[in-house]
């Protein structure tokens, strides 16, 4: 546990409207997954304006290069990571407004607000002098948001090895501290049949039907379904192989030419995604065969699995620095949605932490962030960084 000196030093050092004025400018420029280039090249010139060296990595989307800032104490040693999406969702633009203790407007909550805390958590660590040991490197990226992004900005970045020993990041999740979740794609499946469009008294006899296909199909997902559903419940619950829709024909005495469906496919740690998606496509492909129609798969990766050791001692500076602000260690619980945790833990087995401001309203026109949790949030990132940088 920190000493209480430290924690009131960091706490005198964190400037609310200096954090709050960052939030404002970033959620005062539109950015759109895969659109979010003004922000970060905004980002880039305040960070260098205030005196932070800033790189930029294009990471397989050059319209939008990532910023990359690093603050380094001098010294040898490891290096804590803090990661912020700066792209939104689609949605109508909400400007920047604030309302009492409430900030508002289009990605405040999700995630520039979080962002923001996690830059002055660096200003903290840099105007204290307080890393006398290894570094942070800050990044923030585009191509987050799904289905427009699919975290392959970050993940480029992390398969070059350019990453942290450990990574904090702000999205709006806090009641827990998320241990394990699961992998997911979404997939979708197009079952066709290459007659022409005919009415259903005309058809050929031998004619295939899509309809049989897909129900077929569903079936067999429906089994796996059940199959993987026998594995030993876990935190993050089971493996699972759902379907979200099924669409086939056009009238009702026309007989359809294709049939589509379309789910996702979750599974655990430990679990090979190439095998989830050889053990899909055989599913299909014996429809297709049995059948005698053509399949089409769109397999839409979204993000490996995600697991963290609570035994690595970067688990035991987050929880010493969380107790410091709020009195008791945050329980640990579930992560039911991927998010760019996922990739550091599935890709690179870094450990991750999801951990941000109280927050709400994230993919709506009505997002929000509690100012006063933005400055909680950036007092625990700065703690964090000095108990598990410094020795
Ligand atoms: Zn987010």
């Avoid at 050092?13 to 979010?36: F, K």
């Avoid at 030419?257 to 789910?263: D, N, S, T, V």
Wanted: contains cysteine; hydrophobic residues 40%.
């Amino acid at each position: 546990m920190q000493p209480t000196i430290l924690i009131d030093r960091v706490r005198s050092l964190v400037n609310r409207s200096r954090l709050l004025e960052t939030a404002t400018q970033l959620v005062s420029i539109p950015s759109p997954t895969g659109d979010a280039g003004n922000v970060l090249d905004e980002l880039d010139r305040m960070l260098t304006h205030e005196g932070f060296s800033t790189q930029r990595e294009a990471a397989t989307h050059p319209k939008a290069p990532a910023v990359l800032t690093r603050l380094d104490s001098g010294r040898p040693g490891k290096c804590l990571q803090f990661n912020g999406h700066l792209d939104v969702v689609h949605l109508p633009f909400v400007p920047p407004s604030v309302d009492g203790n409430l900030f508002r407007g289009s990605g405040s909550c999700d995630m520039k607000g979080g962002t923001a805390a996690a830059i002055e958590a660096m200003r903290v660590l840099r105007d204290g002098k307080l890393l006398n040991r290894g570094s942070i490197l800050f990044v923030a990226h585009d191509l987050h948001e799904a289905p427009w992004g699919l975290g392959h900005q970050l993940d480029d970045l992390i398969r070059r090895g350019i990453h942290g020993d450990a990574v904090l990041i702000p999205e709006p999740l806090n009641q827990n501290l998320p241990v394990l979740g699961r992998g997911c794609v979404t997939w979708k499946v197009f079952l066709k049949r290459s007659g022409a469009p005919v009415h259903e008294v005309m058809r050929p006899a031998d004619e295939p039907s899509v309809i049989a296909a897909g129900a077929d199909l569903a079936t067999r997902i429906g089994k796996l379904n059940a199959t993987l559903s026998q594995c030993e419940e876990t935190l993050a619950g089971k493996p699972s192989a759902f379907i979200g829709q099924v669409h086939s024909g056009e009238i009702y005495n026309q007989y359809p030419q294709e049939c589509m469906l379309e789910g996702t496919r979750r599974w655990l740690p430990g679990t090979d995604s190439t095998v989830v998606e050889r053990e899909f496509r055989s599913l299909v492909a014996a429809v297709e065969r049995e059948h005698r129609v053509q399949a089409t798969i769109e397999w839409r990766f979204i993000r490996g699995a995600f697991s963290l050791n609570t035994g690595d001692p970067f688990v035991a500076a987050f929880q010493d620095s969380y107790r410091a602000v709020s009195g008791s260690p945050l329980p640990t619980g579930p992560k039911l949605f991927v998010d760019d945790g996922n990739s550091f833990s599935s890709t690179a087995n870094v450990p991750a932490i999801t951990h941000g401001p109280r927050a709400g309203g994230q993919h709506t026109v009505n997002e929000w962030v509690d100012i006063d949790d933005l400055v909680r949030v950036a007092v625990v990132y700065a703690l964090t960084a000095i108990a598990f940088l410094n020795d």
